[in-house]
Every structure is written in C-alpha cells, then in structure tokens.
C-alpha cells in the first residue's frame, strides 16, 4: 500500500510473467472486468479518462468489450453513495452480460 493506505501500481515484471501467458491461453474472452485504475488503464489506454470516477462513469462507451468498475472495497462505501448509478444502471447491465456469457 502506499502512504494512504492505497494500493499501488502492479510490478512492472508481473504483466510480461503472467498476464501475457494467461491472456495468450484464453483467445476468446468476449468481456473482461476492468477492476480498478490500473486495470482500466491498461486495457483501455489512452481511452481511459483522467481519473477512475470519469471512467466508469462513461462505462458505455466501454462495452461490452470492457466494464470498467472500481475495487469492490469497504474503502469504497462512499464513492458507491456518491455514485448511485453504478449499482443501479451498471451493474443490472454487467449481471445480464454475465449471464449471457454464461448462458
């Protein structure tokens, strides 16, 4: 963590050790979860916003290629309060591409 307690960047060998190989293996993800900034800006490039909050909020532009969300965190409670749309026009979206995926 870093000194507010966030969470800091992924190691920069992570990414060439395992995400490359595990991503290489599943050729046909149709939809991938873009938790946090991190992930969101590196799938997204220069497609992400400036910061996490612009990103989901503009989320449609995403998908359904890519759902971007924040972490699923307690240290999130009050950007879920500031943000009602995420769980009420977000997610039923993101549940019905699951479950479709899924189906």
Do not use: M
Not at 50 to 61: G, N, P, Q, S
Not at 63 to 69: D, I, K, L, Q, V
């Amino acid at each position: 963590n870093d000194a507010k307690g966030g969470d800091l960047p992924p190691r920069k060998e992570c990414a060439p050790a395992w995400r490359e190989p595990l991503l290489g293996a599943l050729p046909n993800i149709e939809t991938a979860i873009l938790v946090g900034g991190y992930a969101q800006k590196w799938h997204l490039g220069k497609g992400a916003k400036k910061t996490l909050t612009e990103t989901v909020t503009d989320w449609r532009d995403f998908t359904p290629a890519f759902f971007p969300t924040p972490h699923p965190s307690w240290r999130n409670t009050g950007w879920l309060k500031k943000n009602p749309w995420f769980e009420t026009d977000l997610l039923p979206v993101l549940k019905r591409r699951v479950r479709k995926l899924l189906g």
